[in-house]
C-alpha cells in the first residue's frame, strides 16, 4: 500500500450533513468526537466545508427543501469521497415512511457506499461504518485512476 | 532648459486656440512628446545653474524680474475677482494679507545686491522632479485626451493643464524664493480653475475651498520671504546655507533662535499645498474635479510642491527643534489620515486621503533631517508619484466607463475590465509591499526614525510610522481584493479598448517594474545631498543591494523573487474544466452580497474630523512657537 | 574557510528542509497533549504528515484561478521569510516579508468571493492589524538594543536580548497565539463561526500547500522567539550552548501556546484589539523607557 492510500486511511476528514429528521443520530455522531468514544484516534476531523472533506455523513431523510443542497454539497466534496447513510432514516426512509415531504432514503439522491442502521444509531457503530469507509476510499482513487489512464490510453 | 516652461504653455495657447477636437487631440500629443523629450535632455545635461536675467525677444532684452512682479500682481488682483465674484471672502481677506507684504518687499524693503548665483537651478533634485512632472505630465497629457473625449469646455482644460505643467518645470528650478512664490500661487490658480470644471455648486465650492487654504499658505510664504531678505540679506536659496543670519530690527524682542522663524512660515505654506491635517479638506474636496486632474495636480505633482519646498529648506534647520516638530506634525497626518482612508468607500477619497497620508511621510522624514532620512524622502517622493498616479488613472478609467466610483461597485472588475482591473491590483500591491520603490522608501523611512542621536520628541515618531504603515495595507489589501473577486461561472466579455487612456497606463505599470529594477542606479546617481549631512546615498549602493550601516536589502533580487512567486503559479496553475464548483455558501450555490467593514461609526470622518482638526490647528500654532524657542 | 562556508549556509539550509518536518511534529504533539488532557487518546503524532499526503492525493475542486494563484503565492513567500531568518539577512526585511504572505492570504480571502472567505480575509487584516505594531516595535527596540536591523548583530552583541527586553518578550508572548492560530485568537479560522475563513474555498493539492505553510509558520515564529537568547549560559561549571537555550526559549514559547489555547476560549475582534493593544503598547512603553533610562540604546 502506498504512502499516500495509508494516508488516505488515516486521515479521514468528515462532513457532518443533516437533512431533515429527528436529530437523534446527529446528536449520536457529535458524542463520537467527545472522550468516551474518541473519533479523532483514528484523524477524524469534523469540518463542515465540503471541499475539505472525504466522508460525508449523511442523517436523516432527504427533505424535498434539501434535496439540491445536498447534491451541491456532494458536487463541492473533491474526488475520492465516501458517503455514509447513518441511522435507518437515512437508510431506509425509518420511521417516516410514507410520509410528503422527503425523498425517502438518501441512497434516492446521492451514490451512498456504506449504511449504517440504528435508531438511534450507536457511536461504536457509527465508528464502524467509519473505519469501513477507510478502504472503499482507496478502492475508489483506485478506480478513478484506472478510469483515467484508460481514457488518456484510449484517446492516444 | 527653457522649453520646459515656456513651450508648453505656448502649446497650451495654440490648443486652445485651435477649433475642434482631432486637431487639439494632435497638439497635445506633440506638447507631451516634446516634454518627455526635454526632460530627458534636461537629465542627461546633468546638473548646472543658470542665471537668467531677462529673455531676449527679437532683439529686446526684457528683464524678467519686473514681468515677474507684473504678473504676481495681475495674479492676485485675479484672485481677488474671482474672491469677489463667489463671496468667497476668506479668498478676498487673504489676497489683501497678501499683497501686503508683497508691496511692501517689491518697493519698501532696503534690499542688498546679490550677484554670482544663478535664478535657476538644476541640481539633481530638480532634475528628478522635473522627470516625474514632466513624464507623468505627457502620460496624463495622453490619457485626458481620451478621458475628456466628450466633455465640455475642453480647450480651457487643455490649456490650464499645459501652463500648469510649465509653471510646475519653473518652480522645480527657480533658486529665487520669489519667483517660487509667483510660480507656487500660479499652481494655486490652476487648481482652483480646474477644480471647478464642471461648473456646478459642489465644484465652485471645493475651488473656493482650495482657494483660501492655499491662498493661508501663499500668506505665510511671503511673510517668510520677507523674514528671510531681512534676516539673510538675500532670497537665493543656494545662497543661504552659507550665510550667518540676524534678526531684523523689528524682531529683535526674541530670542535668537528665531532666526528659524521664516523657515517656519515657509513650512506651514508648505502644509497647506501639501494639504496635511488640518488642511487636508481641500485636497479630499477636490476629488470633484476631473480625473486627470486629480492624478496630476493632486497625486504626483502639486501636492510634491509642499515637499520639495521641505526638502529644500531641510538643510538650513538641521537639529533644530523646528524640525522635530515638522517631522512630528508629517507623522501625524501619516497615521491619521491612514486611519481615515480606512472608512471611506469612494476610490477617489480613500487615494486622496492616501496621498495626504504619504506626503506626512515625506514630511515627516525631512523633519527628521539626517542623510538617511532625506534619502528616504527622495526616494518616497519619485516612487509614490508613479504609483499613484497610476492608480489615480485606473480609477477614472473606471468612472468613465463604468460611471460609478464606489470600491463596492468595482467588485470583481477583472471579467469586465481585465487590463485595468489587474494595473490597478499591480498598482495597489506596489505601494504597499515588498521589493517595490514606496516600500524601500518606507523601509529607509524606518531605519532613519530608529537612528535618533537624542532622546526627544521625535520618539512618538516611531508609533506614527509602524501604526500609519499597517493600516495603509489594510485599505490596499481591501480594495485589491475587491476587484478580484470573481464569480466561478462568470465568463469576461471582451472589453472595448480605449487606447489613449490605456496606454499611459500601461506605460506607468512598466514604468513602477522599471524604477524598481534601477533604483540602486537611481540612488547612486540622482540623489546627491548636500554636504552638511556627511553621507552620500551612493554609498549606500553596494553592488546590486542598499546597504546602511544598520541594514541592507536588494530590491532587484527580491523583484526577481517576487515576479517569481507569482507568475511561475500563474503559469503553472491549470484549472480544468471539470473541476470548477460552485463556492461554500453552505451548499444553497446562492451568490452573497458582500460588503461592509468600513468602521465609519468609529473611524468615520465626521468622528474623527472633529479631533484631528483642532489638535492639527494646535500643531501648526506649535510650529511656529517651536520655531522661537 | 571552506568549514565556515559551510556552517553559516549549510546550517541554514538544513534548518529549512527539516523545519516542516519539526513544525509538523510539533503541531502532532500539541494535537496529542490536547487529547491528553481532554481525557482522550488522540490522534497519533504523526498525523499532520498523513493529513498533508492524504491532501495531496486528492483531486481538485476550484472555484477560480486567482486565489489559488495567491495561495500558492503565500507558500512560497512563508518559505521566503523563513529562509531570511535563517540566513541571517535584515530583520525589518523579514518581518515585512511575512507580512506580506498574510497579505496574499488575505487577497487570497477576498478572491474566492464567498462569505465566508470575505469575513476571514476581513478578520485576518483585524489581527494584522493587531499583531504587525507590537511586533515592528519590538523590531524597533532590538535595533535600538544592538544597534543595527541586521540578525547577526543579535549574535554578535554583547548580551543576550532577553535581559534587555524582557517586557518585549512579554509582549510577543502575547501576540503569539494570533500568529499561531491558536486560542484565544484564532479569529480568522474561526471555525464554528466562519468555516476556515480565507481557506475555505481550498481543496486538494492547494489544501496541503496551505496546511503545510502552517508547519513552517510557527517554525518561523518559534525561531523569532528563539532569537531572544542565542548566547552561551555558562552555569555550574560547563557551559549550555546557544542553540540549546535557543531550543528551549522555543520549547517554552510552544508550551505556553499549548496551555493558553487549551485554557482560553475565542475572543472577539475588538475584544482582541483591545487587550493586545492595551497590553502589548503598556508592556513595550515600559520597555522602551527602560532602555532609555538604563542608557542600553545605541544611536
Redesign the interface.
Known amino acids: 500500500m502506498s504512502l499516500t492510500e495509508l494516508a488516505r486511511k488515516k486521515s479521514p476528514w468528515v462532513i457532518h450533513v443533516g437533512s431533515g429528521g429527528c436529530n437523534g443520530c446527529d446528536l449520536e455522531i457529535l458524542a463520537c468526537l467527545t472522550p468516551r468514544y474518541d473519533a479523532s484516534r483514528f484523524g477524524v476531523v469534523s469540518t463542515g466545508n465540503p471541499k475539505h472533506a472525504d466522508i460525508m455523513l449523511v442523517v436523516g431523510p432527504v427533505t424535498l427543501k434539501y434535496k439540491e443542497i445536498i447534491k451541491n454539497l456532494y458536487d463541492q466534496m473533491p474526488d475520492p469521497k465516501v458517503v455514509i447513510a447513518v441511522g435507518t432514516c437515512a437508510s431506509t426512509g425509518g420511521i417516516y415512511q410514507g410520509c410528503y415531504g422527503h425523498c425517502g432514503s438518501v441512497d434516492r439522491v446521492l451514490p451512498v457506499d456504506v449504511y449504517v442502521p440504528g435508531c438511534n444509531v450507536r457511536p461504536e457503530a457509527v465508528i464502524d461504518g467509519l473505519v469501513l469507509a477507510l478502504d472503499i476510499l482507496n478502492e475508489k482513487e483506485r478506480k478513478i485512476l484506472e478510469d483515467k489512464r484508460s481514457k488518456a490510453k484510449g484517446a492516444a | 532648459m527653457l522649453l520646459m516652461t515656456i513651450v508648453p504653455a505656448l502649446f497650451g495657447v495654440v490648443c486652445y486656440l485651435v477649433p475642434g477636437y482631432e486637431i487639439k487631440k494632435y497638439v497635445v500629443i506633440l506638447c507631451a512628446i516634446v516634454l518627455t523629450v526635454a526632460s530627458l535632455l534636461v537629465l542627461s545635461g546633468g546638473s548646472q545653474q543658470l542665471t537668467v536675467e531677462s529673455i531676449g525677444l527679437a532683439g529686446l532684452s526684457v528683464p524678467l524680474s519686473p514681468i515677474i512682479l507684473v504678473l504676481d500682481y495681475l495674479l492676485l488682483l485675479a484672485f481677488l475677482w474671482y474672491g469677489i465674484k463667489d463671496k468667497e471672502y476668506k479668498a478676498v481677506l487673504l489676497v489683501i494679507l497678501q499683497l501686503i507684504p508683497l508691496t511692501y518687499f517689491e518697493f519698501f524693503m532696503p534690499k542688498a545686491a546679490h550677484a554670482g548665483a544663478g535664478t535657476f537651478v538644476l541640481d539633481q533634485l530638480a532634475i528628478v522632479m522635473c522627470l516625474i512632472v514632466s513624464i507623468i505630465g505627457s502620460l496624463i497629457l495622453i490619457y485626458s485626451i481620451g478621458y475628456m473625449k466628450e466633455e465640455k469646455h475642453v480647450s480651457s482644460f487643455f490649456l490650464v493643464m499645459m501652463v500648469f505643467l510649465g509653471d510646475m518645470n519653473a518652480l522645480m528650478f527657480a533658486n529665487d524664493l520669489v519667483w517660487l512664490f509667483f510660480f507656487w500661487e500660479v499652481t494655486t490658480l490652476c487648481s482652483f480653475l480646474l477644480i471647478r470644471h464642471y461648473r456646478d455648486d459642489v465644484s465652485i465650492e471645493a475651488s473656493d475651498r482650495a482657494l483660501w487654504m492655499n491662498l493661508l499658505g501663499g500668506v505665510a510664504l511671503i511673510c517668510g520671504i520677507v523674514l528671510i531678505e531681512s534676516s539673510y540679506g538675500t532670497t537665493f536659496l543656494s545662497e543661504l546655507a552659507n550665510l550667518k543670519a540676524g534678526l531684523p530690527g523689528f524682531l529683535s524682542f526674541l530670542p535668537a533662535a528665531a532666526v528659524a522663524l521664516p523657515f517656519a512660515l515657509l513650512a506651514f505654506g508648505a502644509f497647506t499645498k501639501s494639504a496635511l491635517i488640518p488642511f487636508n479638506s481641500w485636497l479630499t474636496g477636490a476629488m470633484v474635479a476631473p480625473t486627470p486632474v486629480s492624478a496630476l495636480l493632486h497625486s504626483s505633482t502639486m501636492v510634491n510642491a509642499g515637499v520639495y519646498l521641505l526638502i529644500r529648506l531641510a538643510p538650513l534647520i538641521i537639529g533644530t527643534f523646528l524640525s522635530t516638530m515638522i517631522a512630528v506634525i508629517g507623522g501625524f497626518s501619516f497615521m491619521f489620515c491612514a486611519l481615515l482612508a480606512l472608512s471611506q468607500t469612494d476610490s477617489k477619497r480613500i487615494l486622496a486621503y492616501s496621498t495626504i497620508s504619504y506626503l506626512g511621510l515625506i514630511a515627516m522624514c525631512t523633519g527628521i533631517n539626517t542623510g538617511l532620512a532625506l534619502t528616504a524622502a527622495v526616494a518616497l517622493l519619485v516612487f509614490h508619484a508613479v504609483s499613484k498616479g497610476l492608480l489615480f488613472l485606473c480609477v477614472g478609467e473606471v468612472q468613465h466607463d463604468t460611471g460609478a466610483r464606489d470600491i463596492e461597485s468595482m467588485e470583481g472588475l477583472v471579467t469586465r475590465m481585465p487590463l485595468v482591473a489587474y494595473i490597478m491590483v499591480i498598482g495597489l500591491i506596489s505601494l504597499m509591499a515588498p521589493p517595490f520603490g514606496v516600500f524601500v522608501g518606507k523601509w529607509l523611512a524606518f531605519q532613519s526614525v530608529s537612528t535618533f542621536t537624542s532622546i526627544s520628541l521625535s520618539l512618538i515618531d516611531i508609533f506614527f510610522i509602524i501604526f500609519g504603515s499597517i493600516f495603509s495595507v489594510f485599505y490596499y489589501s481591501r480594495w485589491a481584493g475587491k476587484l478580484l473577486a470573481t464569480k466561478p461561472f462568470s465568463e469576461g466579455k471582451p472589453a472595448h479598448h480605449e487606447w489613449y487612456m490605456e496606454l499611459p497606463l500601461i506605460v506607468l505599470v512598466l514604468g513602477v517594474f522599471v524604477t524598481v529594477a534601477l533604483t540602486t542606479f537611481f540612488f547612486s546617481n540622482l540623489i546627491n545631498l548636500p554636504p552638511v549631512y556627511g553621507t552620500e546615498p551612493s554609498k549606500l549602493v553596494m553592488g546590486w543591494s542598499i546597504q546602511s550601516a544598520i541594514g541592507g536589502f536588494s530590491p532587484l533580487g527580491f523583484l526577481v523573487i517576487f515576479l517569481i512567486i507569482i507568475l511561475v503559479p500563474v503559469l503553472v496553475i491549470r484549472v480544468p474544466k471539470t473541476a470548477v464548483t460552485h463556492t461554500y455558501a453552505c451548499g444553497t450555490g446562492e451568490e452573497p452580497e458582500l460588503g461592509g467593514g468600513y468602521f465609519q461609526s468609529m473611524i468615520g470622518e465626521s468622528v474623527l474630523l472633529k479631533y484631528l482638526d483642532p489638535i492639527g490647528i494646535l500643531l501648526m500654532v506649535a510650529l511656529l512657537v517651536a520655531a522661537v524657542i | 574557510m571552506a568549514d565556515n562556508m559551510l556552517v553559516t549556509y549549510g546550517v541554514p539550509l538544513v534548518l529549512l528542509i527539516l523545519s516542516p518536518f519539526i513544525g509538523g511534529i510539533l503541531i502532532g504533539i500539541d494535537r496529542k497533549v490536547t ?1 491528553r488532557l ?7 503524532i504523526v ?1 499532520p ?6 491532501l ?11 486565489y ?2 495567491f495561495g ?2 503565500y507558500f ?2 512563508v518559505i ?1 521569510s523563513l529562509g531570511l531568518l535563517l540566513f541571517r539577512y ?4 523579514t518581518t ?2 511575512f ?2 504572505s498574510f ?1 496574499f492570504l ?2 487570497a ?10 469575513v476571514g ?2 478578520r485576518e ?1 483585524m489581527q ?2 493587531t499583531y ?2 507590537i511586533l ?2 519590538t523590531v ?1 527596540l532590538v ?2 538594543v544592538t ?4 540578525i547577526n548583530s543579535i549574535y554578535n552583541a554583547a548580551q543576550p536580548l532577553l535581559f534587555a527586553l524582557p517586557l518585549a518578550l512579554l509582549a510577543i508572548f502575547v501576540i503569539l497565539p494570533i500568529k499561531a492560530r491558536k486560542s484565544p485568537f484564532d479569529i480568522a479560522e474561526a ?2 463561526e466562519i ?2 475563513g480565507p481557506e ?5 493539492k492547494f ?1 496541503g500547500l496551505l496546511y503545510l505553510t502552517h508547519f513552517f509558520e510557527l517554525f518561523f515564529i518559534l525561531w523569532f522567539v528563539g532569537l531572544f537568547y542565542v548566547k552561551d549560559l555558562p552555569v555550574a561549571g560547563f557551559v549550555i550552548p546557544g542553540i540549546a537555550m535557543q531550543v528551549l526559549l522555543m520549547l517554552i514559547a510552544y508550551v505556553f501556546l499549548i496551555v493558553v489555547d487549551n485554557a482560553t476560549a475565542r475572543l472577539r475582534v475588538d475584544q482582541m484589539l483591545k487587550q493586545v493593544f492595551i497590553l502589548g503598547m503598556i508592556l513595550l512603553i515600559l520597555n ?1 523607557a527602560y532602555i ?1 533610562v538604563t542608557g542600553r540604546w545605541i ?1
Request: charged share 15%; net charge neutral; no cysteine.
Open positions: 487529547a481532554q481525557n482522550r487518546a488522540g490522534p497519533p498525523q504528515f498523513y493529513d498533508v499526503l492524504k495531496f492525493g486528492k483531486e481538485d475542486k476550484i472555484v477560480n484561478k486567482t489559488l494563484v500558492s503565492a512560497l513567500t521566503l535584515d530583520l525589518l526585511i515585512f516579508t507580512g506580506l497579505i488575505v487577497l480571502g477576498y478572491s474566492t468571493r464567498s462569505q465566508f472567505g470575505y480575509a476581513t487584516l494584522m492589524l504587525e505594531p515592528l516595535f524597533f535595533r535600538l544597534g543595527s536591523f541586521e471555525h464554528q468555516a476556515q475555505t474555498e481550498y481543496s486538494g489544501l522602551l532609555i544611536a
